[in-house]
């Protein structure tokens, strides 16, 4: 038995999970001729020196002068000796000649796998740990996971996605964080994203579950453009977990969108600490004018605009933040910077001849107006406007 034990632990090398395998029935030790176990030995010894390079040559010069004398130790060992020695494809050759002459033996089925993951042949990977998977009793799920990797890697998702979908049922067990990534991953792909929320829905359920799965609950639920959800998943991950500021400008988004700007605000804010930028400064001010809270929109924009003072945007609202409050002078002052910001912002530029003829200023908002009627949009308005005016200035006359 110590031939069979060094044979089978040199290979298990290229493999960890093959020694967790069950023993095989196949190949049989006692089958060995006197030569090969002989010639087995000699390449054992050169191996436990670390002369592979000659434990390959020997045993494959024994393969050539004895060729009925073939046995699958021997190929199984020349294919652990090719992968010692940089030969892959020459592994290749040998785990498949070792499964033609041994066609169960598991060890043999998981390597080739491996190796021809590493070689790029994908699809001959899948199968091989689909075969292992069999062979094994179906009792090493990870077996199932390197044979999804290798069908996605294959081009084939949807068959990477039914073994995914067996490995996060609780069939397997406990199911790995990757497994349940990889299985959100591919079920937005191939667009049944209803179904694996239902999966992690379940997942939720039980008890302790881990946090994680709320943020893939809200990748899951924005697939589905059910936005309330997603934004609910973002704020219970958010509990336990910080959120990175995609994650967290995305969760104000979710909740402006939603029309909850104060929550938006304040998720605006968060995400201004982390790293500000001109948008989330922009973003921040709205949200703070959407939820009616002028002075907190106003702090909001005079800390932007230090940072940012030809934030186009952020002039803007400056200007109708005053105009709502009645601060015509305010609000035409603002409106002209964001005009010159802007020179195609027509709605700006009448903004602010409207709000110098509210201020009092009629001759500096006939100017303006007059700039705003060359704009198609706002000619009639302005024009309207000039008109009111002058009615005004000769009733007064």
């Known amino acids: 038995m110590v031939l069979l034990f060094s044979v089978y632990f040199f290979a298990t090398a290229a493999w960890s999970d093959t020694q967790s395998q069950p023993a095989p029935t196949c190949p049989d030790e006692k089958s060995l001729t006197r030569d090969a176990r002989l010639a087995l030995v000699e390449a054992q010894k050169l191996m436990g020196e670390n002369k592979y390079e000659q434990a390959l040559k020997g045993l494959t010069g024994f393969i050539e002068q004895h060729p009925d004398d073939e046995h699958a130790y021997v190929n199984y060992t020349l294919a ?30 998981q390597n080739l796998g491996k190796v021809c993951y590493d070689l790029g042949q994908f699809q001959t990977a899948a199968q091989a740990f689909e075969k292992t998977w069999e062979l094994t009793g179906r009792t090493t799920p990870v077996l199932r996971y390197h044979a999804a990797v290798a069908r996605l890697s294959a081009g084939q998702p949807k068959l990477a996605l039914g073994h995914l979908e067996y490995l996060t049922s609780g069939q397997a067990g406990p199911p790995e964080k990757d497994w349940i990534k990889l299985l959100v991953q591919l079920s937005i792909e191939t667009k049944r994203s209803a179904k694996a929320l239902k999966t992690i829905e379940r997942l939720l359920a039980a008890p302790n579950a881990d946090p994680y799965l709320f943020r893939l609950a809200a990748t899951l639920n924005l697939d589905l453009n059910r936005y309330k959800q997603a934004a609910g998943n973002l704020a219970a991950y958010s509990l336990t977990t910080p959120l990175p500021i995609a994650e967290q400008t995305l969760l104000a988004d979710l909740y402006n969108n939603l029309g909850i700007p104060a929550r938006a605000a304040e998720n605006y804010q968060k995400a201004l600490a982390m790293k500000p930028s001109r948008k989330l400064h922009e973003r921040l001010s709205s949200a703070w004018f959407e939820a009616c809270n002028t002075q907190k929109a106003l702090d909001a924009l005079e800390t932007g605009l230090k940072t940012y003072p030809k934030s186009h945007s952020m002039w803007k609202l400056k200007g109708w933040i005053y105009y709502d409050t009645q601060d015509f002078d305010k609000a035409s002052a603002a409106f002209a910077k964001a005009y010159s910001l802007n020179k195609k912002d027509a709605k700006s530029l009448f903004m602010n001849g409207l709000c110098a003829f509210r201020a009092g200023h009629s001759n500096q908002a006939r100017k303006i107006l007059k700039q705003a009627a060359a704009h198609r949009n706002y000619k009639s308005k302005a024009l309207a406007l000039i008109r009111h005016m002058d009615a005004i200035a000769a009733n007064k006359g």
Do not use: D, F, I
Request: glycine residues 10%.
């Open 80 to 109: 652990g000796l090719s992968l010692e020695t940089g030969r892959m494809k020459g592994a290749v050759n040998y785990y498949e000649k070792t499964l033609e002459l041994c066609p169960s033996y598991t060890p043999a089925w």
